[in-house]
């Protein structure tokens, strides 16, 4: 086939390195800051290149990362695809049980892994036959103590800083990330060159979250989470300034990187932001470089919106899913409503948007029909389009679920405006979302039933301020049991476990599950009856179980 006809990643970092030379990419990492520009990022990509190809590294094989947002981080992002490799970044919070069974699901070659996370993976992978064969490689330039093997700086020091990228089909496997099911194991998406070409494009379209030669990106949703909704890619592809904010960023971090940087676009969860905004409260912060902050992962409030608008920034409230590499809608205004009042456009804003060009959805309700556009019907939210993945890894069972005809059923029950505006009034999957982060009801329901004590027990994720969810337990104890001291006894056992920040914040104890028609746990009517009555306790301590201010 003759070359450069296919849509890969290549040509993005090609354009950077040679339109925009001498922009930078700077990083904030464990032992203070670094600077390169694209000239020398396209050499040190290479450089990896040509690393990960003497260490035996092949078209398909897949490249794993356990890392925060940096630049070393960056550099696999275009290296490992642009060789025909797959990056597979996997996301460090989850569960060990879940990196293992990641890791061996994927079959990933070799890790490289973050100092910082240096123990975590390998408390991970100790006598674990899912890591058998993994070479762990340090993303440092000297090595730690967790993990025995090479450091990235030796990794790729004295390779040649030209590499002869491969002409590659658009089909070709690029990228990889896990998501959670809602019952079962994590599920794997694979992104294809073309998949994330035509993301990276439809970001840059004027209606996704364009970025431009006079931007400075700062994303601080983490690179594991949909290449960190595939800003990297959409920075380079733009030829904007790239600022990786490292390792466990604080509200303090994130507005020195604002101010010194003069990040214009940044993009997270809303925890993140709320984080930002309790800080400039009692700080004095610049933020008159920022133009956008994009709200994503879960609903932005509205007073956030008003905060920043406040102070002259846009909130860009964004849906998406990691099927669909990630970006679905944007909450653009559209320009017929520019001369709207204030509140009318907020709720607008505050909706989770009009879809991208280049995808197109159907809400489907409970009787199989279409809704109306008028803002009150709603049901499923089903989306197809080039960035859409049409198939889960090696799950047979799950695609059966979860996609139809060739559309990807989201789980997310939705309306839809007659302008076009959908909003998102329920989830059908009932995983709990807290700061970003999943937690899998299923299974804290499952490890807390164990407990002889208990009969029956149900998760649900009640609203919080900072968090937008967290779990509390309902509990039905078996007849006669003790009840005191059970609470305590049922969060050390979830302790053992699961990560802190997966522990519920409440246990409460009731005496029957309510069930639906077909004799499952009606967690919709558990909502109602309780989500009110709860009074979350210390608990879990949400502060340390910050998984995104925290890393
Ligand atoms: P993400 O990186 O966007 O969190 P996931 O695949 O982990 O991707 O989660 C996707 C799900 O998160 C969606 O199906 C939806 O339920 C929820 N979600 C994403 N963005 C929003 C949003 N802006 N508002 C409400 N829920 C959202």
Not at 34 to 44: G, N
Not at 142 to 148: L, Y
Not at 419 to 437: C, L, N, Q, T
Not at 515 to 536: C, H, M, N, P
């Amino acid at each position: 086939m003759p070359g450069g006809h296919t849509q890969t990643l290549r040509p993005f970092l090609w354009r950077a390195s040679k339109l925009y030379p001498d922009t930078e990419v700077v990083s904030r990492n464990h032992d203070g800051m670094s600077r390169q520009t694209y000239a020398e990022y396209e050499e040190r990509t290479a450089q990896l290149a040509n690393a990960l190809d003497e260490h035996g590294i092949e078209q398909g094989d897949r490249v794993g990362t356990f890392c925060w947002n940096t630049d070393r981080h960056f550099e696999v992002y275009f290296a490992a695809p642009s060789m025909g490799a797959q990056l597979h970044t996997i996301n460090p919070l989850l569960p060990d049980e879940h990196i293992r069974y990641i890791v061996d699901d994927a079959n990933d070659e070799v890790i490289f892994v973050d100092p910082s996370l240096a123990e975590k993976i390998a408390g991970a992978a100790e006598g674990a036959e899912e890591f058998e064969g993994v070479d762990l490689i340090v993303m440092d330039d000297s090595p730690v103590e967790a993990i025995d093997g090479p450091v990235y700086e030796e990794f790729v020091a004295g390779h040649d800083t030209d590499y002869d990228w491969p002409e590659l089909p658009s089909e070709q496997p690029a990228g990889m990330c896990y998501t959670s099911g809602t019952t079962g194991k994590p599920k794997g998406v694979e992104y294809t060159q073309s998949m994330l070409w035509s993301h990276t494009m439809m970001s840059q379209s004027p209606q996704g979250i364009p970025m431009e030669d006079d931007d400075v990106v700062m994303p601080v949703v983490p690179m594991f989470h949909v290449n960190a909704w595939g800003m990297p890619f959409t920075a380079t592809a733009g030829g904007a300034k790239q600022v990786f904010p490292g390792p466990s960023p604080d509200a303090d971090d994130l507005a020195r990187l604002i101010e010194e940087e003069g990040v214009t676009i940044t993009a997270g969860v809303p925890t993140v932001w709320l984080g930002l905004m309790e800080y400039c409260e009692d700080n004095e912060v610049d933020l008159s470089t920022l133009d956008q902050v994009i709200v994503g992962g879960s609903a932005a409030p509205e007073s956030m919106i008003r905060w920043f608008d406040d102070r002259g920034v846009e909130v860009l409230h964004a849906w998406g899913m990691t099927e669909m590499s990630p970006i679905g809608s944007v909450a653009h205004l559209k320009s017929d409503l520019e001369d709207e009042d204030y509140q009318t456009q907020l709720d607008k804003r505050s909706k989770q948007g009009i879809m991208v060009p280049g995808l197109e959805f159907k809400v489907i309700d409970e009787d199989g029909n279409r809704i109306a556009w008028d803002g009150e019907e709603f049901g499923e939210l089903y989306v197809r389009g080039p960035s859409v993945t049409k198939e889960y890894f090696k799950r047979p069972e799950a695609n059966e679920e979860d996609f139809e005809d060739g559309w990807l059923k989201t789980g997310d029950v939705v309306s839809v405006d007659p302008d076009g505006y959908i909003k998102i009034v329920d989830r059908a999957k009932d995983v709990i979302k807290s700061g970003g982060e999943w937690i899998s009801s299923v299974e804290l329901e499952n490890a807390i039933m164990a407990h002889e004590d208990v009969s029956e027990a149900t998760v649900i994720g009640v609203p919080h301020e900072k968090w937008q969810e967290r779990p509390v337990a309902f509990v039905v104890p078996t007849e006669g049991a003790d009840r005191e001291g059970l609470d305590d006894e049922i969060l050390e056992l979830l302790d053992e476990e699961y990560p802190k920040w997966w522990l519920p914040d409440a246990v409460e104890y009731i005496e029957e599950v309510p069930k639906t028609a077909t004799g499952k746990f009606s967690k919709k009517d558990l909502r109602e009856q309780y989500t009110g009555s709860v009074e979350l306790h210390e608990g879990s301590a949400p502060e340390e179980a910050a998984p995104e201010s925290d890393d």
